[in-house]
């Protein structure tokens, strides 16, 4: 059986979670789905209350676990199903472990078994099988962006000398992306790095993992490995903190274990290293929203590498703990259902508290949820801009 769909066909831990759980309400209040006040969500603390009834009730195996019929029949309704971000906050908040976000994916996987999902991920399942990507951009203009990459270079420094591009879909067909992937592989080619890339390069597969489509995860897992073992490298790198943590950590079984970094946590360990020189002009009035995948994974959580060069660029963090902050609205794979706008407002606003003239952040699907969001917000909004951009010019 792929997924959950009924409660048998649940694992044993993740129905002992509904005992563990202690009614703190701490994974409720940290929910960006209940912040944002989307209808039908009832937070993660009652759906955990509604599987431990579930559980002492023995119910009988055609009880499925997300139904719409009744709100108190089910763990959770459809709606908060597919509303998830996956972003984490629910488990990192709890005190005694239960992870919510796993069996999400489990839910998710069962309906997309059964073809009981949102209308719109056919067409981006569809794309996906189709192209190798969720948009549906030809395959065969993937690798364009690397046609005219410097690949000459100069001697070598440690610790790493050679280093593997991993575009992600957004670098390879988005223009402002893909400048930003060939200004950074410039400065490796200037500063003495031997940059590689890949022949056929495919989405990471993040999106249909999230989304429940494990065999199209699968797909692209195992295309991916084939042709990362055909390059030798010592580090791969991507300017995406959807791939950087899906290549490090959801490719991290059957023995693999891939050296992957996220480009800002790169040029932090360069700067550390007095390789990386910080531009001479400050940027005024900038705040910086840390991606979920730079700072709120379970590897990173504790203290995210890239805090110190944030912190010596001088940027506004909105929150002191920036593990604490709200996901854009974008992971989960909501960037391609499109229901998530009351989050990415959310999160607009909280941004928008210091009155800032700039908005930083790393990831290419924080600034297009987080723009679009501010620019309704105001007739001159700030701008929205990847970091990266500024630290490389």
Same mark, same amino acid.
């Given at each position: ?99 919510? &976000? ?10 997309v078994c059964r073809e009981q999902m949102p209308a719109k991920l056919h067409t981006v399942f569809a794309a996906q099988e189709r192209a190798g990507n969720p948009w549906g951009y030809p395959k065969a203009k993937r ?22 591009l991993f575009a992600g879909c957004q670098a390879a067909y988005d223009p402002a992306a893909t400048a930003l992937l060939q200004k950074l592989a410039n400065w490796l080619t200037e500063h003495g790095f031997a940059v ?33 073992? /055909? ?14 943590? &899906? ?120 600034? /297009? ?23 490389l010019k």
């Amino acid at each position: 059986v792929l997924g959950a769909e009924i409660l048998p066909q649940l694992s044993q831990k993740q129905c002992l979670n509904a005992y563990a759980c202690t009614q703190c309400q701490r994974c409720t209040h940290a929910c960006p789905m209940v912040g944002a006040q989307l209808k039908h969500c009832h937070g993660p603390m009652q759906s955990m209350l509604q599987l431990r009834q579930l559980c002492a009730q023995k119910s009988e195996n055609s009880v499925r676990l997300v139904a719409d019929d009744d709100p108190q029949n089910g763990m959770m309704q459809t709606d908060e199903l597919w509303n998830c971000t996956q972003c984490g906050a629910c488990d990192r908040a709890c005190p005694v472990g239960i992870e919510h &976000t796993v069996r999400i994916v489990d839910l998710r996987r069962a309906a997309v078994c059964r073809e009981q999902m949102p209308a719109k991920l056919h067409t981006v399942f569809a794309a996906q099988e189709r192209a190798g990507n969720p948009w549906g951009y030809p395959k065969a203009k993937r690798m364009d962006w690397a046609k005219n990459m410097t690949t000459d270079h100069g001697m070598p420094q440690p610790p790493h000398t050679k280093v593997l591009l991993f575009a992600g879909c957004q670098a390879a067909y988005d223009p402002a992306a893909t400048a930003l992937l060939q200004k950074l592989a410039n400065w490796l080619t200037e500063h003495g790095f031997a940059v590689h890339t890949l022949q056929q390069e495919m989405c990471c597969g993040e999106p249909m993992r999230k989304l429940g489509h494990e065999t199209a995860f699968a797909a692209c897992k195992k295309h991916n490995l084939e042709q990362i073992a /055909q390059v030798p490298h010592d580090i791969i790198l991507t300017t995406c903190p959807h791939c950087a943590q &899906t290549l490090k950590h959801e490719y991290a079984d059957d023995h693999t274990q891939l050296h992957v970094m996220h480009a800002l946590e790169f040029l932090s360990e360069q700067w550390v290293a007095q390789n990386l020189q910080l531009p001479d002009s400050k940027l005024k009035k900038a705040v910086f929203h840390m991606p979920c995948g730079l700072g709120k994974q379970p590897a990173e959580c504790q203290n995210p590498n890239v805090l110190p060069l944030i912190q010596a660029l001088g940027l506004t963090l909105p929150e002191q703990d920036v593990t604490q902050a709200h996901c854009c609205g974008a992971g989960g794979g909501q960037f391609f259902l499109e229901t998530s706008k009351p989050m990415a407002n959310q999160r607009a606003d909280e941004l928008l508290q210091s009155n800032p003239e700039t908005i930083l952040t790393a990831c290419p699907f924080c600034i /297009q949820m987080i723009s679009d969001a501010v620019s309704t917000k105001s007739e001159t909004p700030p701008k929205t801009q990847n970091i990266l951009e500024w630290l490389l010019k």
